[in-house]
């Protein structure tokens, strides 16, 4: 038996309610707007690439199911990184929707992982130089974190632990090909329900130090991460445009804060045009430039070759939709695939890096992401390290 999460003889507690536990879900996401968790589900069979297609193999699953809006079944699942890879997802029938709200956050014990990566510098410090010679606006740069899953805790106290730490988000657990993909997103790419449509992005970023209840100023004066933000939202407003009516974009940033992190967020609203559904308007966004750059195309060449290895479902989407377009889709962010055979963890972090960022700022800001699940799978109460003292 190895060690690991899910192989200890520690009593699973209830986690997300008494009713249904994460360890049994194919499928979790707890967030403000409710649970949606499904066990077991017909795996679809989505063409890689295009999202027409993605979305036609969705409908295709619904009809095939004899599925109408209504009638509680889901298409759930994970969107990759890389717009030509393949989606996994699964049309669920076996389904507890209910509202949720987190349990109280436990004590725990204490550990430090501290990568040292000076690749992860000179890969931001290569990305400033094409920024400067005008191949791109921006970019965003990715490294990844192995650790020991710690022994004596359950995949499900761990989740109840990143779910009371980030109660705003969307915290998912989902089996997929790599592993149990976990995280606890921040940044909504799509939402569609009856009131209509919601996009809200996140960028431009600084670590929030313990305690700190006010976002710092010199991130509400940054003129770099206002330019840094301001890219991702015209990207989003311009791409959602035409799948809506009367698009509301706020002029200016609202400060948004995680466990670890404060971002500038921007909540766009519009009315879906007839037929547009989240999952559609969540892959005419993807991958928005909060995880890729500006331009697209030229940012994801530029990931491609500056990072050691693809992301799969790192900064993908992980979301539901029903038959009606009802659905939400989050961003794959301040994630962990667990690999309880071998007993490790692997984290991904990334930063934006535009004129003006500097390598250090970025290796700290991704430091800081990587401590909402280094937390969790730890026990930390607080991250060890990331927020600057
Ligand atoms: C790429 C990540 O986060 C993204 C990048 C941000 C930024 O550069 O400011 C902010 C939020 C996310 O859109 C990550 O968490 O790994």
Redo the contacts with the bound molecule.
């Keep these: 038996m190895s060690a690991g999460l899910a192989t200890t003889a520690a009593a699973p507690r209830p986690a997300v309610g008494t009713d249904v536990r994460w360890e049994d879900a194919s499928f979790a996401v707890a967030a403000p707007s409710g649970l949606v968790h499904a066990t077991g589900g017909t795996p679809l069979d989505v063409p890689r690439g295009h999202e027409a297609d993605v979305v036609a193999a969705v409908r295709e699953a619904f009809r095939r199911n004899g599925s109408r809006p209504g009638d509680g079944s889901l298409v759930c699942g994970v969107v990759p990184f890389d717009p030509d890879g393949t989606a996994e997802l699964s049309l669920v029938r076996d389904i507890v929707r209910r509202p949720w709200a987190p349990p109280a956050a436990g004590a725990g014990r204490t550990t430090r992982e501290v990568p040292d990566d000076p690749g992860y510098r000179a890969a931001v410090a290569e990305a400033l130089l094409r920024i400067g010679a005008g191949d791109l606006e921006k970019v965003?740069l990715?490294r990844t974190l192995d650790t020991p899953l710690p022994v004596g805790s359950t995949v499900g106290a761990y989740l109840d632990r990143l779910a009371a730490a980030n109660p705003h988000g969307w915290t998912f657990a989902v089996r997929t090909a790599a592993g149990l993909l976990t995280g606890a997103s921040?940044?909504l790419v799509a939402a569609v329900d009856g009131n209509g449509l919601v996009s809200h992005?996140?960028?431009?970023?600084r670590p929030r130090r313990a305690g700190e209840t006010g976002p710092p100023a010199d991130l509400l004066s940054s003129t770099k991460?206002h330019r840094?933000?301001a890219l991702?939202v015209d990207h989003i407003a311009e791409r959602l445009a035409p799948l809506t009516h009367g698009l509301d974009v706020p002029a200016a940033p609202v400060p948004t804060a995680t466990d670890t992190?404060w971002?500038?967020g921007t909540r766009i609203t519009g009315t879906p045009r007839a037929g547009v559904g989240s999952l559609d308007a969540a892959l005419r966004i993807h991958p928005?430039p909060?995880?890729s750059g500006v331009p697209v195309e030229a940012a994801l060449d530029l990931v491609r070759t500056l990072e050691p290895a693809p992301r799969g479902n790192?900064?993908g989407l992980v979301g539901w939709t029903d038959a009606a377009g009802h659905g939400e889709w989050a961003?794959v962010?301040?994630c962990a695939l667990l690999d309880t055979g071998s007993g490790s963890a692997r984290l991904?972090?990334?930063?934006?890096v535009v004129a003006g960022s500097t390598p250090d700022a970025e290796h700290a800001?991704?430091a800081a992401?990587f401590a909402t699940a280094l937390a969790a799978l730890t026990g930390d109460d607080r991250p060890t390290e990331g927020p600057a003292q």
Aim: proline share 6%; net charge negative.
């Design positions: 965003v990715a921040p940044e992005p996140l960028a431009g970023s991460d840094e933000h991702v992190m971002h500038l928005t909060a995880v790192y900064a961003l962010l301040r991904w972090a990334g930063a934006g800001e991704t992401k």
